[in-house]
């Protein structure tokens, strides 16, 4: 059972009892060189044993990490200038997005001087994914950029033009090389990863790494050399392993016991995503709901919208069940004005406080201008989505329209919600949701879009078929296939894609295979294969027979006739890595 909701960081702030004064300089811990000159910077002194100073600069979704701070315990005191670095007694900085950016942030707030500072001192520190990345000396990414300097090495991303998928999303295993009390109970357990780049091991920082992970290859997954920690992985959303690893560095003297994994981790596990769809019924109620082909009226003659149950209640409990991921779809019911969504919001910001796995949401991300006629950017809608607890943001018919403008000029304008997103966020936070529908051919000649030879054949005998893609929750068809769309919106930035398939919908006959390899085979970003699950088999098909990174369902875990762990239960009988 989680604490009682803390006051906010700004209650927290501890009143400082003396001021001291020294010089700010750059440099490895313990190390007399120095890369850049030395700033002054006044101290307060502060100690608080229940307090963690948290440096969030404002670039995606760090309310998970605030979450799983307070749910351990302990109250934030927000970083707010260069001071307030050397004044923490314990930092975290869950460094999110573009590594450029970051540094840009860092460097003319004056912080990036106050954290070399502040780790030279060795004080207790703890980087989160990009955290770790810009400890180094520097990235390619949009780059080459200067990190901190604190850690040798370069930035490099993930090589996929050998058919490597990046990024590198999922659940995947650690080897620790180091002993270390941060990833005391660790060993043998799923941590998740959502990352392009990576840093590589070298003899000159050999020293500093306390784990690595494999893929493609075998990459820094944390370091550790005094009080100075960081991992490339996301603790905070990591479930009960992340949660006990940052206890580990909040109080690594009273860290409880270790729980063995049921199941050793060895690589990267497929995932199993649990999938809300969010609307408000005639009674304007906020409910999760079905389709059947995307219709989400009940047969019956009220023809009201089904309902399964309350959106965090039902997040809540599938984290415990053992998703891998929720997925929050705001359908229909109020998509038109997202800004304004409170509810959804609130779900988001709810969900968050007890679901420590990752969060998607979509639905309605795009440019609109409101009743009052205030324009907002599709990159506005984002960043409250992610500001509310999102990790992930979920695009769909506004990545169609971009695609079909990419594929007609050849021009990557940049204006794009896709695009912009992407660039500011990263592509990993980025899904692009296809809604395509089957459309028999006899021949692959006689369209000009991808076509797949089917295992069953169409109604007029057809061998063939096309998936033409639709806008508008399936209402609208367009003139592209979901092979080019899903080519195009991986040029234009997108990091995942959400493959859905209306004919399978609801159906409860296992997803389109032909659909998913054909998509999964074409793209060197992750595909998630959508609709038709209806039996634990039908996770194991997809699995077996396609480059699927993971397997979404939805009625069937609502309606509870197909548990979680049954469908991961009969995946490692089956020989597939998954998390249990």
């Known amino acids: 059972m989680p604490p009682p909701p803390l006051p906010p960081p700004q209650a927290a702030m501890a009143t400082s009892a003396a001021t001291h004064t020294f010089p700010c300089s750059a440099g490895r811990p313990k190390q007399s060189s120095q890369r850049r000159g030395s700033a002054s910077l006044s101290v307060r002194a502060s100690a608080d044993a229940n307090t963690v100073t948290l440096l969030d600069y404002g670039a995606g979704n760090v309310r998970s990490v605030r979450n799983a701070i307070r749910h351990l315990g302990f109250g ?39 954290l070399r500072e502040y780790i030279r001192r060795d004080r207790p520190f703890l980087g989160i994914c990009l955290g770790l990345q810009l400890l180094f000396d520097s990235s390619e990414e949009n780059g080459p950029v200067s990190g901190l300097g604190v850690i040798p090495g370069v930035v490099r991303r993930f090589d996929s033009s050998k058919g490597l998928i990046v990024p590198h999303i999922g659940w995947n295993a650690l080897e620790i090389t180091k002993d270390t009390q941060l990833l005391q109970g660790a060993d043998g357990h799923h941590v998740y990863f959502v990352h392009s780049y990576h840093a590589l091991p070298s003899d000159a920082n050999r020293d500093w790494i306390s ?13 550790s050399m005094g009080n100075i920690q960081a991992v490339q992985f996301h603790p905070e959303k990591s479930g009960a392993t992340g949660l006990s690893i940052l206890k580990n560095f909040f109080s690594p003297k009273s860290a409880g016991a270790k729980v063995p994994p049921r199941r050793k981790a060895s690589k990267l596990a497929k995932r199993v995503i649990a999938c809300l769809d969010v609307r408000s019924n005639d009674k304007g109620d906020l409910v999760v709901t079905k389709g059947d082909q995307y219709d989400v009226r009940d047969h019956t003659s009220s023809k009201e919208v089904r309902n399964l149950g309350k959106p965090v209640d039902l997040a809540s409990q599938y984290y415990i069940d053992g998703a891998d991921e929720v997925s929050f779809l705001n359908i229909t019911g109020f998509r038109d004005f997202p800004l304004g969504d409170l509810p959804m919001l609130e779900v988001l910001r ?44 979920s695009i769909g018919s506004d990545a169609v329209f971009a695609a079909e403008a990419f594929l007609q000029t050849g021009v990557k304008t940049g204006k794009t919600s896709l695009e912009q997103i992407s660039r500011v966020y990263g592509n990993q936070a980025v899904v692009v949701s296809i809604d395509p529908r089957r459309v028999y051919v006899h021949t692959p000649e006689d369209v000009p879009f991808k076509t797949v030879k089917v295992s069953n054949k169409g109604p007029s005998g057809e061998e063939y078929a096309w998936y033409q893609c639709t806008v508008n929750g399936g209402r609208d068809s367009r003139p592209i296939g979901a092979y080019e769309l899903a080519k195009a919106v991986e040029e234009l930035g997108a990091g995942e894609i959400l493959l859905n398939c209306i004919d399978c919908d609801g159906q409860g006959c296992g997803f389109d295979i032909d659909l998913v390899k054909m998509v999964s085979d074409a793209v060197t970003i992750p595909v998630i294969a959508s609709s038709g699950a209806g039996a634990v088999e039908h ?35 089956a020989g597939v890595e998954v998390r249990i």
Not at 211 to 223: A, L, T
Not at 553 to 573: C, N, Q, S, T, Y
């Open 350 to 393: 709810c969900a968050s406080e007890k679901v420590f796995v990752p969060l998607t949401v979509g639905g309605g991300i795009r440019d609109f201008t409101d009743a009052n006629g205030r324009y907002y950017s599709s990159l506005e809608v984002a960043s409250e989505y992610f500001r509310s607890g999102a990790d992930k943001i």
């Open 211 to 223: 784990s690595v992970c494999n893929y493609g290859g075998s990459f820094i997954s944390s370091i």
């Open 539 to 573: 996770f194991t098909e997809v699995f077996e027979k396609t480059n699927a990174s993971a397997a979404l369902a939805a009625g069937i875990f609502h309606r509870k006739e197909v548990p979680i762990l049954a469908v991961k239960e009969h995946l490692v009988d």
């Open 76 to 114: 934030i005191r927000d970083v707010r200038s260069p001071e307030d670095i050397l004044a923490a007694d314990r930092l975290v900085f869950p460094g999110v997005g573009a590594f450029g950016s970051a540094m840009d942030i860092l460097n003319s707030t004056g912080m990036a001087d106050a």
